[in-house]
Every structure is written in C-alpha cells, then in structure tokens.
C-alpha cells in the first residue's frame, strides 16, 4: 500500500494503527465524512493507479469513488469498478 486515506468516523484510529505498524504518517490523510473528502481530496488519481474502497453501505462511499473517478483525466486506462463481497 503506497498511500492510506481514511474516511469516516473510525478514520483516524485507522491512520493511528497504519503508522504504528509502519506506515509512514506523511502517507496517510484523514477526512471526517465523505463530504469532506469530496470537498478536499487527499490525493490526485491519476491513471494507472489502484484504488480500494471499503466502507459501511450507510458511508455510501460509492459517491467519493465517482469524484475521485471524475478527477482522472478523459480517455485514461481505468479499470475502477464497484464491487460487493454480498450476491
């Protein structure tokens, strides 16, 4: 994992324990709600990169994958998909 960025209300306990077991803080962002992340992403995709996103359906994450996916540039190599462990 090159970088981390945690959404949500659990966000910052789950930056706390990726830098206690290495993860270079300077790596890692936080954002308080998805709203926020969308206002101000912690990062800039650019195409080729692999994102994963986990979270709760009530986050409905869904919506910062489109804004993250609406950020790299038009006609770029993508293979961003949404998934579910759940039939």
Partial sequence: IDLLWAVGPSAPLLA???VSQGMA???VRVS???DD???EPAYEPRPGDTWLFKA???MRLERLYDGV???VPEGAEHSGRLGSTRG
């Fill in 69 to 71: 996916r609406a950020l």
């Fill in 56 to 58: 709760s359906r009530g």
């Fill in 37 to 39: 992340a969308l206002a």
């Fill in 25 to 27: 803080a300077s790596r």
């Fill in 16 to 18: 706390e324990e990726a």
């Fill in 32 to 34: 308080a709600t998805v």
